[in-house]
């Protein structure tokens, strides 16, 4: 795969991006780990908290890491950030108006690969990453979308059996984009990206769910 941008200008990217907006990525992992936190304890407002949460993510990472940052070396990243402001509107949507997105916590087989897609997006992703040479500030934090989308995967497996499979689409879209950009990049944390948007496919499409498409 041909990229119009080397590792490195990759790399200083995230690195401005980090220096910029710091210290909010301590922020984002409070909100992650609050989300977390809704969805085990089984409160009322685990939906609304949840729903608004990832929601932001996207429309964050559409705006200021596509559009702002990644698009002074790829402009392709405007096309990109367009697709993750959908996404975010689309969460948003189903989770706080159209009330077609709840969570909850089964301890169910499903719910075991939501926790281990959440715990590589949190924990395992920075980890490897660095001891593959991508050490902060020249690292994708959470807040950026390859990690994000993970989160995201793993928190959808904690989705009612109605949840509207559109949802789906443009993280698993991102999963094969990120995991191929990652090989020619040798951005291997990455890896992560495809087989948890793949897992994630797979399990919500081949168990007991009713989907809707609007």
């Known amino acids: 795969m041909d990229l119009p941008f080397s590792l490195a200008d990759f790399l200083n990217v995230f690195k401005d991006y980090n220096h910029s907006i710091f210290p909010l990525q301590i922020v984002f992992y409070f909100a992650a780990f609050l989300c977390i936190y809704f969805l085990y ?5 685990a939906t609304w908290i949840i729903s608004i949460t990832l929601a932001f993510f996207w429309v964050w990472m559409g705006i200021v890491y596509h ?30 108006i159209r009330k077609k997105l709840s969570f909850e916590y089964t301890k169910s087989g499903i719910n075991i690969a939501g926790i281990i897609l959440i715990a590589y997006a949190l924990i395992i992703y920075p980890v490897l990453g660095h001891n593959l040479g991508h050490a902060y500030p020249y690292s994708p934090t959470f807040g950026l979308p390859c990690p994000t989308t993970i989160f995201t995967l793993g928190i959808l497996l904690f989705a009612n059996k109605k949840m509207p499979i559109h949802l789906l689409i443009i993280p698993l879209l991102w ?10 990049l040798t951005i291997y944390e990455d890896i992560g990206l495809l087989v948890g948007g793949v897992t994630a496919f797979v399990l919500l499409i081949s168990s007991n769910r009713k989907f809707k498409t609007i």
């Open 175 to 184: 999963s094969v984009i990120g995991f191929t950009a990652a090989l020619t």
């Open 67 to 96: 559009i702002i940052f990644f698009s002074a070396i790829n402009k392709a990243a405007y096309i990109f950030g367009g697709l993750f402001i959908l996404q975010g509107i689309m969460l948003a949507g189903c989770g706080l």
């Open 41 to 45: 304890t089984g409160n009322k407002n």
